[in-house]
């Protein structure tokens, strides 16, 4: 035991020592998840409404408790003390653990939601309030998953309050995530608008710009059902090239999107966790573009079947919309993407799956301002920047040899340059000339990772 | 051709790198005792304090040394056979070279005390003395850490991420002060305090006690203090590892004596890295060079001199940096601790939070000779250029914006620095 007798003696709090406050946090957190199983007990309206919202405040508030405290102790700065040393972020048992749980709550919200009942139906009076209808699992799932990214935003915020950078891209994110994909399509269905996310884009939202959404779109009443999808159609032709050119394809991945958003919050502590390997690289663009050209040739095709009246594909546009929407979106972004956090980081779907993702990446490898200088020579090799970079880029290969690194899986989240003990790494938007000169204080060893 | 390297630190695994980039046919084989791969020393300290585990350290994947062909040895070299022309191993296997580079590295330099062999009195720069920290930290009470430089602060701060109380014995009257100058070492040793060091300033070790096992117990300073300790880590220095080499036609000093070239006093054995001690062409004083980067730039220079392609080595630039706990440093060009009389230098430190710059320049002239910075990011390339341009301060101050490394959203400070050294300015120019 660390004797806090001495320690005391010069008036000091050991960051890393749990105390009293911590421990308190954590039991309440842990008392506001079980109040959460309760109301599937048999229990009357009331009760199970009163129960759900204690355990939702308990939770937050013993998390907010036990975060508060935590970074109050520590100086700013780079805390990464012990992350490979607890299970907890290390795939120990603790990390099993909460994989087991998050994937067990996507397989039974996906395919078993009236296990939710008594939880969805606590919402019922906030669902009339917020959205003018009763609750549904997706309700239920968008309040969780909203309350994850703010909750866990806020913890990011603390954690690296020494980087402006990171603040601000956190507080992007929760501001993206509290407001385009929750407050505003559930305002819009309450006023019987349609219910549009206007955050996520085709590719990612692959349905937006497939013939039956525009039609149905066109076909609502009054102006916004247009509106709706002149947005989704110029931002995601028009709007991506200009916006990925100028800054990357950080503006949205690491910026805006829920699923980033997600990742950078609740994802934080998972980040080291992402396969580094050469292998892991050849999966990732096996898999990846694939997927994004399967939607493109999905969209053309539907149009083109929308053309000649339903010729070409009669009624497999349907299946096709399902199939996908189970596989991809289900198991891969749902029970993989989230479920195995703790086991395989936090972007494996972003990484490994998301046509937003390639859509943005092909842009940002070859149609770009945006790159990671290395600073001259200053490189030490430590690897921190590879360890905590969450889409698995060998950020060190790089900076050892004093290139600039410009990867299309690169999301721009920062998080390299701010480990970085050397201050080595800079995230740039510089002209596109010399993009890829690297320095000439180091002779780069001229061999390649992947051709 | 058949090169033998050996030490697989950062110089001899560069030399190897270097060597297959220049000859895509030799046969290099590299032999260390410490590790079958590479791993970057630097980053030690991050396994301790759990920011990494000893996979991440290594900068290579493992398939990299077979797909160049980069033979790795894990042996222990006892002696060279120079006449022989092979390595002996401790094993008595004979590895023949046609040429051999020694990139051994260093040991840390022992404190020449009394208990300095008691267990628990360690340095920390190896494999094995991580092994040791582990093993003699656990549950203890204090360590003690001797040395006022970088691994002492590296020390100092892997114990405070493990909760354990730390006195630091600093022989200087501040911290680093035969390196960097009072308002840079002062603020530092701020900040070293702030993170509950009993920092102890122009104290010397005296003894080490140990108790009836043969463990450390306390130790004694300078002034005759008894301190109760579990642990004691060395960080005076590190000095040439090259034992293993006396008594052989080679020639050594403090370590191995080469030319700029990097050749040794025999013909097709070369040094490089921590262990080469550089003579310079002119009566110079030779030097030694234990820094990352000088190692990588040593490494990268035999390498051309082993392949026919004779090189001399100039490290350039001077440049280096460091991270005291969460503070950055960096430093380029010529800053010393006191600066001569035609040294000019500029100061300026935020009034509340940890940054400070500095800038040296010769007086008659006005040219600019070197930067060190705290907690604020400058260029390499830049400071590097207008450096070796010779560039006047003027110059340097109206475009120090150039210099800025900091990320997005960081704020910057080139106007309150420029009053600053404006009005430090008028004060030396009249």
């Excluded at chain 1, 394809?249 to 609740?266: D, F, H, P």
């Excluded at chain 2, 191995?256 to 921590?274: F, R």
């Amino acid at each position: 035991m660390p004797t806090s007798d001495q320690s005391l003696a010069i008036g000091y709090n050991y960051q890393d020592q749990t105390d009293l406050l911590q421990k308190a946090g954590l039991t309440l957190f842990t008392v506001g998840l079980l109040l959460l199983l309760l109301p599937s007990l048999p229990i009357e309206a009331a009760l199970r409404q009163g129960l759900l919202w204690s355990g939702i405040c308990l939770s937050l508030l013993g998390l907010g408790l036990y975060f508060g405290q935590t970074y109050r102790k520590s100086h700013p700065g780079v805390r990464n003390n012990g992350v490979w040393l607890r299970g907890s972020t290390s795939r120990g048992n603790i990390a099993w653990v909460t994989a087991v749980g998050l994937t067990g709550f996507y397989i039974i919200l996906y395919w078993f939601p009236f296990l939710l009942e008594g939880q969805i139906r606590a919402l019922d009076t906030f669902s009339q309030w917020l959205r003018g209808k009763p609750a549904d699992h997706w309700l239920l799932y968008g309040t969780f998953y909203t309350l994850a990214i703010l909750l866990m935003g806020v913890r990011a915020m603390l954690k690296y309050r020494h980087s402006p950078y990171q603040v601000i891209r956190t507080i992007s994110v929760m501001f993206f995530q509290l407001g385009l994909a929750y407050l505003i399509p559930y305002t819009l269905q309450k006023l019987n608008e349609p219910e549009f996310y206007f955050s996520y884009f085709w590719p990612l939202k692959y349905d937006y710009l497939f013939p039956g959404t525009v039609s149905y779109l066109i076909n609502e009443p009054g102006a916004l059902g247009v509106f709706m999808i002149f947005w989704t159609a110029v931002i995601s032709l028009v709007g991506v090239p200009i916006l990925t050119y100028f800054f990357g394809k950080r503006w949205y991945c690491s910026w805006v999107c829920g699923c980033g958003g997600l990742a950078e919050t609740a994802g934080d502590p998972y980040r080291q966790l992402s396969n580094k390997s050469r292998a892991a690289w050849q999966w990732e663009v096996a898999i990846i573009y694939p997927v994004l050209g399967f939607i493109v040739l999905t969209t053309l095709l539907l149009w083109l079947n929308s053309i000649m009246g339903g010729g070409l594909l009669g009624s497999l546009s349907n299946g096709f919309a399902q199939t996908y929407g189970f596989f991809i979106g289900a198991i891969f972004s749902g029970v993989i993407g989230v479920g195995f956090y703790p086991i395989m980081g936090s972007r494996v779907w972003c990484r490994f799956g998301c046509p937003m993702a390639a859509y943005l990446g092909l842009l940002q490898k070859h149609f770009s301002r945006f790159r990671i200088t290395t600073n001259g020579g200053q490189c030490i090799s430590c690897g921190n920047c590879s360890t905590y970079c969450e889409m698995g880029i060998d950020v060190r290969w790089y900076a050892q040899q004093g290139q600039p690194i410009i990867r299309s899986s690169c999301v721009g989240c920062g998080m390299c340059a701010t480990v970085c003990p050397r201050g080595v790494l800079n995230l740039e938007n510089g002209p596109r000339e010399g993009r890829y000169q690297p320095t000439t204080l180091i002779s780069p060893e001229n061999l390649r990772i992947l051709d | 051709m058949q090169v033998v390297i050996v030490g697989n630190g950062v110089t001899g695994v560069t030399a190897a790198i270097t060597i297959r980039k220049l000859n895509p046919v030799a046969l290099i084989t590299l032999i260390s005792s410490e590790s079958t791969h590479f791993f970057s020393r630097t980053a030690l300290m991050y396994l301790y304090m759990g920011h990494m585990q000893y996979r991440h350290i290594k900068p290579y994947e493992d398939w990299f040394w077979t797909e160049h062909k980069l033979n790795l040895m894990q042996a222990s070299v006892a002696s060279v056979d120079f006449s022989a022309k092979e390595v002996v191993l401790s094993s008595q296997v004979r590895v023949p070279y046609d040429k051999l580079l020694l990139a051994t590295g260093s040991i840390p330099r022992a404190l020449e005390i009394p208990g300095e062999n008691l267990a628990g009195v360690q340095g920390f720069y190896s494999l094995p003395d991580l092994e040791n920290l582990e093993k003699y930290s656990q549950q203890i009470k204090r360590a003690v850490i001797v040395g006022g430089g970088l691994i002492g602060i590296e020390l100092a701060e892997m114990f405070y991420t493990r909760c354990i109380p730390v006195t630091f014995l600093v022989r200087e009257n501040y911290y680093w002060g035969n390196v960097l100058p009072p308002e840079e070492g002062n603020l530092i040793q701020e900040h070293i305090r702030e993170h509950g060091v009993d920092l102890r300033l122009n104290t010397t070790l005296q003894e080490i006690k140990g108790d009836s096992d043969g463990k450390v117990k306390a130790i004694v300073t300078g002034q005759g203090e008894e301190i109760p300790t579990d642990l004691v880590g060395v960080a005076v220095g590190v000095r040439p590892n090259v034992s293993f080499l006396k008594g052989s036609p080679l020639k050594l000093n403090r370590g191995i004596l080469v030319n700029p070239y990097l050749e040794t006093n025999l013909p097709d054995v070369y040094a490089a890295g921590d262990c080469a001690e550089i003579v310079p062409d002119k009566d110079k004083n030779t030097y030694i060079e234990q820094l990352w980067y000088t190692g990588r730039m040593q490494g990268e220079t035999v390498a051309h001199s082993i392949c026919n392609r004779r090189t001399a080595y100039s490290r350039g630039i001077w440049f280096n940096s460091a991270k005291f706990f969460d503070i950055e440093y960096q430093t380029y060009g010529k800053v010393p601790v006191k600066p001569d009389s035609e040294t000019q230098t500029l100061v300026w430190q935020h009034p509340k939070r940890k940054k400070l710059l500095r800038i040296n320049y010769h007086q008659p002239t006005g040219k600019v000779l070197g930067f060190n910075l705290l907690g604020i990011r400058y260029r390499h390339e830049v400071c590097e250029n207008w450096i070796r341009e010779e560039k006047p301060i003027s110059y340097v101050l109206k475009h120090l914006r150039e210099a800025n490394f900091d990320p997005e959203f960081y704020r910057r400070y080139e106007k309150e620095i420029i009053q600053a050294f404006s009005r430090q300015l008028s004060a030396v120019i009249p």
